[in-house]
């Protein structure tokens, strides 16, 4: 079965970085929409970047996050990366890991993503 399993979360100072890591299994990776989606408490779980690996890897980021992450993919090892710098207070919150098999467009949605990791914890102090 298809399992996404992500690491890589924790405590920052604003102002720091951390690398988000999402190994996924059981599915062909190069045929995937990856992406990223954050819920802080009290609020809807919101879209943070996309990679559409299927067709040659282009990237999507939500603008409160463009030109501080960045989203990468190693295909030989099936994961996918987010590089998280300038790290704010605002940005705390549980980061997901999702997969969309062969989807290009509605990319920004949860309902386009089949699945969901477990999610990790990105705490930023300020």
């Known amino acids: 079965q298809v399992q996404l399993v992500e690491s890589g979360g924790g405590l920052v100072q604003a102002g720091g970085s951390l690398r988000l890591s999402c190994a996924a299994s059981g599915l062909t990776f190069s045929s995937y929409t990856m992406g990223w989606f954050r819920q802080a408490p009290g609020k809807e779980r919101e879209f943070v970047a996309a990679v559409i690996i299927w067709t040659g890897g282009s990237t999507y980021y939500a603008d409160s996050v463009k030109g501080r992450f960045t989203i990468s993919t190693d295909n030989a090892k099936n994961t996918v990366y987010l590089q998280m710098n300038s790290l704010k207070p605002e940005d705390t919150a549980v980061y997901y890991c999702?997969?969309?098999?062969?989807?290009?467009?509605?990319?920004?949605?949860?309902?386009?993503?089949?699945?969901w990791g477990q999610g990790t914890q990105v705490t930023v102090s300020s």
């Open positions: 999702a997969a969309s098999y062969r989807r290009s467009y509605g990319i920004y949605s949860r309902v386009a993503y089949n699945y």
